[in-house]
């Protein structure tokens, strides 16, 4: 049956069973025929995998791969027609550049003059006519890129595969070939699925764009939607330049951050707490009075079109790009028209874990014990003389089976040095700066992920203990064992 979408992807998962690993999490995608979709996200996030559970060099979990509508999990590689270009060409150094791309024609036994034909037509296609004689050690890296690329289309893939192809060249190749691959893409009708870590080549040679982190997906829409609507803030942070500050809605249309109110264009009940996106070139400088808000130029650097300036206003500080070119130390107002203001329901941070109650009834999180007891947090709890725990009602309480979950928020969360002193321990997987804090993800050794917010900055990777006070978590009781 013929569909529109040449392949779909329905909930794939792909953990590793060493180690049990999600690298890929609850994928669904649906790419059409002749699509140019780009994954986007930073080292680790799973693009790798996910390509590779299309190409077939990996199994998924669980979850549908279908190609045309069919599901493919069991098809091996070869009988996918589906080709793959690596960011390490990978290409036999001791064949000249014909043999190379006509390794795997030859296996399939195609005839000697269709392969020449064909060898002749993709070295054509990637602007390397005439060079079938020379030596793979001969050529430039953008050279040798652009065989492995003539190397996947002489089969005639119907998607062609390519996992980050231009990491290994230098900027200026880059972004030539960047424009030659688009151009090919759009020449030859295939469906490409693309592999970056690199959000400006995302945004110029995609139709759609997938941003994913940790495994799962954050964001699927065109270049001009996730740059104009990020979905959350991570979207808002990875995709260009931004400016992220926690807020309030104040009233209809009416937002509070970075010390001012602003009008725009989002509507969200008053209250509601959220994360506001600018984009440093939807600030414009003016004279204080004539502000929204005021602050001091702490930086000022030269781009060639622009200039990046940072203002400190209060606690918070914002990005700018202008062509004015006030001077360090120089008072200025910034005005923010509404359109240039993106407001997104802030995700909920609160932390959420489960606790063990011990043998006497105290509670315990990984493996040390909290300073409270489960009678202060049943209502009207107390322990009989057998030691059985009633509520309020003098029902007995089965605690055998029971947990508590314990509720933090990212503020009441401190992040030390001294890993020892924390109640957990783990390291930064994630960070974004949020005008006034910034907001870290830990994730813990113990597998679970902490949101904790904190004024300094810390680094990707470093390793910190988490100081959680017992006073400041809240315990509700979970899960009863039978009576
Ligand atoms: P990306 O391509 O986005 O940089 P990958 O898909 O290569 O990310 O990897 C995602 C995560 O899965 C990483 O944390 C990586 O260490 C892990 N991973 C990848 N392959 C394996 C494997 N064979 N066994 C265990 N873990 C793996
Ligand atoms: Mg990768």
Not at 11 to 20: L, Q
Not at 228 to 238: H, Q, R, S, T
Request: hydrophobic share 35%; net charge negative.
């Amino acid at each position: 049956m013929e569909t529109e979408n040449i392949i779909e992807l329905r909930h794939v998962t792909k953990s590793f069973a060493d180690n049990g690993f999600v690298a890929v999490n609850d994928f669904n995608l649906e790419v059409k025929r002749g699509e140019f979709v780009t994954f986007l996200g930073p080292s680790g996030c799973g693009k790798t995998t996910t390509l590779r559970m299309i190409a077939g060099f990996e199994m998924p979990t669980s979850g549908e791969i279908l190609l045309n509508g069919n599901p493919i999990q069991n098809l091996p590689p070869y009988e996918r027609p589906i080709n793959t270009v690596f960011q390490r060409y990978a290409l036999f150094p001791h064949m000249n550049i014909f043999d190379n791309i006509a390794f795997g024609l030859r296996q399939k036994k195609v005839p000697k003059d269709q392969i020449e034909k064909k060898v002749k037509r993709v070295l054509s296609l990637v602007d390397l006519e005439g060079f079938e004689e020379r030596r793979v050690t001969t050529l430039s890296g953008g050279q040798q890129q652009r065989i492995a690329i003539a190397r996947a289309l002489v089969n005639e893939p119907e998607i062609l595969l390519l996992d980050e192809p231009l990491g290994a060249l230098d900027l200026k190749m880059r972004q030539e070939m960047q424009l030659e691959l688009k151009e090919m893409h759009d020449h030859l009708g295939i469906t490409f699925i693309y592999v970056t870590h690199d959000q400006e080549e995302a945004l110029t040679m995609s139709d759609k764009i997938v941003i994913m982190s940790e495994g799962k997906i954050q964001q699927i829409g065109t270049p001009e939607d996730v740059y104009n609507e990020p979905k959350n803030a991570f979207v808002a942070d990875f995709v260009g330049e931004s400016n992220i500050f926690s807020g309030i809605m104040t009233g209809k249309r009416r937002v509070r951050f970075c010390g001012g109110e602003f009008t725009c264009v989002d509507d969200f009940p008053e209250g509601t707490h959220i994360t506001a996106v600018v984009r440093p070139e939807d600030v414009v400088l003016t004279t204080p009075e004539k502000g929204m808000i005021q602050g001091e130029v702490t930086s000022v650097i030269f781009k060639g079109m622009h200039y990046e300036i940072a203002v400190q206003s209060g606690r918070n500080e914002m990005e700018i790009r202008s062509t004015r070119t006030p001077k360090v130390g120089e008072q200025v107002g910034m005005v923010i028209e509404p359109d240039g203001i993106h407001v997104i329901q802030a995700a909920e941070d609160t932390n959420r874990f489960l606790v063990d109650i011990n043998e006497n009834y105290r509670l315990s999180y990984n493996g040390k014990v909290l300073d409270t007891s489960v009678t202060k947090l049943i209502r009207g709890g107390h322990r009989l003389e057998d030691g059985t725990i009633v509520d309020e009602n003098g029902d007995k309480l089965d605690l055998s089976r029971a947990k508590f979950e314990a509720e933090i928020q990212p503020s009441d969360i401190e992040m030390t040095d001294n890993y020892e002193d924390g109640l957990v321990e783990g390291n930064i997987s994630n960070l974004i700066y949020q005008g006034d804090h910034y907001s870290y993800v830990i994730h813990a050794d113990n597998g679970q992920d902490f949101v904790v917010y904190d004024e300094d900055l810390w680094n990707m990777n470093d390793r910190v203990g988490l100081v959680m006070p017992v006073e400041k978590m809240k315990f509700t009781l979970k899960k009863q064992g039978r009576q």
